[in-house]
């Protein structure tokens, strides 16, 4: 099994904990903030799928865009448009070599300098970060059948 088939396994645990989650929540709480400053649920969710591709792509190109985040305006579009994220991570996942991870990266924030692996274990720490709050909110929501982290 290559590093990056590893990578994905594991990874696609934990996407498919997010989907359950995201199951549980019901309309009507797209824009839930529990605090003035803090991301809506829905921004929340797009933010931890599309930070993904862009974080992945680094792994391929070394270089940092900004992926097209869809308008959603309910929980079905919104759970649809993260598995077309899910759907675009894996084929990325899919084409990432050994090689390719064993590359010096570029990167300009100190902490991820290294082999270009190190992207991918930022995008897995960053899914898992965005995750917790997320099982927050959907409690803050009222959601009780919260699916296990993993």
Known sequence: ???AAHWKESWLQHRNVL???LD?????????????????LKDLVLHVASSNVMI???????????????EVQSMDELRQAVRQFTDKTAAIFDSITD???????Q?????MQGKREVYVQAM?????HHKGQLFVYARLVGATDLPFFR
Do not use: F, S
Request: net charge negative; aromatic share 8%.
């Open 1 to 3: 099994m290559t590093k």
């Open 107 to 111: 990167a300009k924030i100190p902490t």
């Open 19 to 21: 989907n359950n989650l």
């Open 56 to 70: 992945l792509e680094m792994v391929k190109t070394d270089e940092m865009y900004n992926p097209e985040i869809p």
């Open 99 to 105: 090689e390719e991870l064993a590359q010096d990266n």
């Open 124 to 128: 897995y720490d960053h899914e898992l």
């Open 24 to 40: 549980q929540i019901e309309d009507g709480h797209l824009d839930y903030q529990p605090w003035e400053d803090a991301m809506t």
